[in-house]
């Protein structure tokens, strides 16, 4: 029976999950959520993901709410070498670039994602520059200290691609697509990572499954 990742495939958060399914090789359903009636918060998806939000991942009689939990799951089940399980020391270093990733770009990504492409496109509403501009210095930061990591290895975690740099995929797409997808041109080992992150077939596919849904 095919998993179940229910959401829109333009949510950053269920974009994560669908590129470790399609990583993993795994069949699944996308079951869409429409939060323009709220279905978010319906007694049936709460039932799934009590925070009401997406995504939320059934197999069977599990279901499972949170990206980064759904796609370390997902992996594990298909055995990923995205993980690196089989060694310690490189599996703590997945660990720790997937929690940068989370609090240090991520955030302040979201934020930006919000002001310049959700705010004004669904909701009419003006962006705010002085918000926008505090939080792409917080990215600035970040991206200077991936940079700084690139110089010694080709990905986040070492020198093999894992779950730490996927999990970027979605927000990284969505920052090329605002009015500071220049910035990037000051760190050129981390433009070129996003690069060949977004040249992935996996990844490939989940933008055109983002771009049907937008």
């Not at 925070?51 to 992996?75: C, H, M, N, T, W």
């Not at 660990?95 to 302040?108: K, N, R």
Request: charged share 25%; proline share 5%.
């Amino acid at each position: 029976m095919a998993m179940k990742v229910y959401g829109l495939p333009m949510s950053t958060n269920v974009a994560r999950v669908l590129v470790c399914l399609e990583e993993a090789g795994e069949q699944y359903e996308v079951v869409p959520i429409d939060f323009s009636t709220a279905e978010h918060k319906s007694p049936e998806h709460t039932s799934r993901n009590p925070f009401g939000q997406v995504p939320a991942l059934q197999d069977g009689d599990l279901i499972l709410f949170e990206s980064r939990a759904i796609s370390k799951y997902v992996l594990r089940k298909n055995n990923s070498e995205l993980l690196k399980e089989q060694n310690l020391s490189d599996a703590a270093k997945v660990d720790v670039w997937l929690e940068a990733e989370s609090h240090h770009f991520d955030e302040p990504m979201s934020v930006v994602i919000y002001q310049c492409l959700i705010l004004p496109v669904y909701f009419g509403g003006q962006t705010d520059a002085k918000v926008v501009e505090e939080n792409l210095e917080k990215l600035k930061k970040t991206f200077q200290v991936y940079e700084e990591r690139l110089c010694k290895f080709r990905y986040l975690a070492g020198d093999f691609l894992s779950l730490a740099d996927l999990s970027h995929f979605p927000t990284a797409y969505y920052l090329l697509a605002t009015p500071h997808a220049a910035m990037l041109d000051e760190f050129p080992l981390v433009k070129a990572w996003i690069d060949g992150m977004l040249a992935r077939p996996s990844v490939k596919k989940v933008i055109e499954m983002m771009k049907a849904t937008a």
